[in-house]
């Protein structure tokens, strides 16, 4: 007879996640990115051929086709397993960075590593491995983290900061103090860089000057406007109770511009990646001309990657090519004209 395995705890919340920002409104209900208060300069006569706008960058020793990301999403499940090979095939083929899931499942589980094993379909992209930074809190260390670098020939580490999203979950982990001083043993030590990355809520200016002094090779701003794990876990709570929690953090958070600036003024040496709600290339243009490196984006990909890896490449070509353009109609021929472009405010 067969032994039929029961799922983890950690692969069933896995899958509930992935449900949900497939099927239900997980957006936050009156917060947004910021980006909308800010436009370029419409150039009429830019004096440049929109052909010969140049995308490319470079990051961590990677060459890049332009400066998106699609951002840390899933793995540990055969839906995330799927998920993955489409977004690393179609970064492969496009030429752009792509961060994995946190890789705890997998190593709780090593029967769940090839859910992440996305180097046989895309073996020189920009790659990130991705773990929770409270794990460090809860009997995870250098070791760990180098496992989960090796075990998927990652470029470099990202440590999400997810603070609210395990305060709302009944089954959350919410050990928070005494962690900064593990991220810097992590940093220190690891043959990688680390990147720090938020979740939906962004970072605030102590807590990226703090990040900085620890030894993050960057910082992922992901802020408010997109994705509301508050909301997500809203939709997973086990009763009406845990639900009212969840739902009364709906819109907390910092806007993602918001966040960039706090960001950039804090820590004016480190790169710094603008995700949480870009919905599009002039979203991406927008944060490159506030000095981001790249621009992530996720739930976009999400929701391509569980058509076809052809609606993954089909949506990176609307991206990129929005960025080109944004960059032609704004008069900047490159990234480094990009970054000098100012932006103003609108009402």
């Not at 920002?21 to 936050?28: G, K, P, R």
């Not at 907390?252 to 960001?263: H, K, M, N």
Request: net charge negative; glycine share 8%; proline share 5%.
């Amino acid at each position: 007879m067969t032994k039929v395995t029961q799922p983890s705890l950690t692969e069933r919340r896995k899958d509930d996640h992935i449900r949900i920002n497939l099927d239900e409104n997980v957006q936050f209900p009156r917060v947004t990115t910021g980006l909308e208060r800010l436009r370029f300069m419409h150039q009429a006569l830019p004096e440049l051929d929109l052909e010969a706008v140049d995308t490319r960058t470079h990051i961590f020793g990677k060459s890049l086709s332009s400066p998106l990301l699609i951002s840390s999403m899933t793995g540990g499940t055969e839906r995330a397993r799927q998920i993955n090979l489409a977004l690393a095939e179609a970064a492969r083929s496009a030429g752009i960075a792509l961060g994995l899931g946190s890789l705890r499942a997998a190593l709780e589980d090593p029967a769940l590593a090839p859910t992440y094993d996305v180097r046989r379909v895309a073996p020189n992209i920009l790659l990130f491995a991705n773990l929770g930074a409270v794990q460090l809190n809860y009997g995870y260390g250098l070791e760990q983290c180098q496992r989960a670098v090796d075990l998927v020939g990652a470029d470099a580490l990202i440590l999400h900061f997810n603070a609210l999203q395990e305060a709302v979950q009944p089954e959350g982990d919410s050990r928070f103090s005494g962690l900064l001083a593990r991220v810097e043993t992590i940093c220190r030590g690891l043959t990688v860089p680390v990147v720090a990355k938020e979740v939906g809520w962004g970072f605030s200016p102590q807590a990226a000057r703090q990040l900085a002094d620890a030894g993050v090779a960057a910082i992922d701003v992901a802020g408010s406007g997109g994705t509301s794990w508050s909301e997500v876990e809203y939709h997973r709570a086990p009763t009406a109770q845990h639900a009212n929690v969840a739902r009364a953090f709906a819109d907390w958070g910092i806007p993602t511009a918001d966040s960039l600036r706090y960001v950039r003024e804090a820590a004016p040496d480190l790169p710094v990646f603008a995700s949480g709600g870009l919905r599009d290339g002039v979203d991406i243009a927008k944060c490159i001309a506030l000095g981001a490196e790249l621009g992530g984006m996720a739930g976009p990909f999400l929701k391509a990657a569980a058509q076809s890896v052809e609606a993954v490449n089909k949506l990176i070509w609307e991206i990129t090519t929005q960025l080109r353009v944004a960059m032609f109609a704004a008069g900047a021929a490159d990234i480094a004209a990009l970054r000098q472009t100012p932006l103003y405010p609108v009402s």
